[in-house]
């Protein structure tokens, strides 16, 4: 299962001509677990389409284990794991 740490919300755009509010949310961090990337690497997922219990889906069709939250995020945005799965129910 492909688990991301120090991971944070993010967009990542589609369309350099698109405004920030309307970039998809994608989650950035650091990669163990996946069958097409090294453990360790730095990625931007596709776009979160939903969660599934404590798992992260997103347009490609991957469901991330979420690690530990990056500090650095979880200081701007306390909470900020239950803020994302509440956001997706």
């Not at 755009?13 to 949310?25: G, K, T, V």
């Not at 306390?78 to 803020?83: F, I, L, S, T, Y």
Request: charged share 20%.
């Amino acid at each position: 299962m492909p688990k991301l740490e120090k991971w944070s919300v993010g967009a990542h755009p589609r369309d350099a001509w698109q405004p920030p509010e309307n970039q998809p949310p994608c989650l950035h961090g650091w990669l163990t677990g996946h069958p097409g990337h090294a453990d360790g690497n730095e990625v931007t997922t596709s776009p979160i389409v939903g969660v599934e219990g404590e798992l992260v889906i997103t347009e490609s069709g991957t469901r991330y284990e979420l690690g530990e939250v990056d500090p650095v995020y979880e200081a701007l945005f306390p909470g900020a794991r239950a803020r994302l799965f509440e956001s997706y129910k």
